[in-house]
């Protein structure tokens, strides 16, 4: 397996290590009686994850979320582009956002209409790219979804962090306006990416 290979399966693997440390036990595993001998620790874990778990996620997501564009780009420089690599990589970043999300909403720390509207272009824009592929054509990633990728990185770790080191100096919620803009650029993308691509689908057909 090749460097850049190696590099888009660590972020798969830092998913589920991101979603030990952000999401605590669930009620009905501590009211358990199988698991009353340790209920104790598993409160204790909860503590932790509850106060402290955010910014130990938010390590796991900054790094994982670094790597998007260093394996593309390596790939491309070294020319080790493979098959695998291409199908792995969107894995990989879907993955990512849709966890920090989904465990966000969890927490209530993001709303789930944000969350609805992030993963909903994510499949829109998949299936249109199934479409496209099964036609032999490649749709490129624009401009406007790496600003969206971007701004969903910055806007989910800001949630982690709970705006630190902002808080600092400052009581501004950035995090959720950065979803915010997210969000729309989110909108946005997935409305470029259909105009430009809306001819893959055969209307005629409907």
Request: charged letters at 15%; zero cysteines; glycine letters at 6%.
């Amino acid at each position: 397996m090749n460097l850049p290979n190696k590099i888009t399966l660590s972020r798969i693997f830092m998913v589920p290590l991101f979603m030990i440390f952000i999401l605590p036990f669930p009620k009905w595993m501590l009211a358990s009686s199988t698991l009353l001998f340790m209920r104790p620790e598993l409160r204790n874990i909860n503590h932790f994850i509850l106060h402290y778990g955010n910014y130990i996620a938010a390590v796991f997501f900054i790094i994982a979320a670094s790597t998007d564009g260093v394996d593309g780009y390596i790939a491309r420089k070294k020319k080790l582009v493979t098959k695998f690599g291409i199908f792995l990589d969107p894995i990989a970043d879907k993955l990512l956002v849709t966890g920090a999300l989904i465990a966000l909403v969890e927490r209530n720390e993001v709303t789930g209409w944000a969350a609805m509207i992030i993963i909903a272009r994510e499949f829109i824009v998949t299936g249109l790219r199934l479409v496209a592929a099964g036609e032999g054509t490649v749709i490129a990633a624009s401009k406007w979804g790496k600003f969206k990728t971007i701004t969903q990185i910055v806007a989910i770790a800001a949630s982690l962090t709970k705006n630190f080191p902002f808080t600092l100096i400052t009581d501004f919620p950035f995090d959720r306006y950065f979803m915010l803009i997210a969000v729309v650029i989110t909108i946005y993308s997935g409305y470029d990416y259909i105009k430009k691509n809306l001819s893959v689908i055969d209307l005629n057909q409907i």
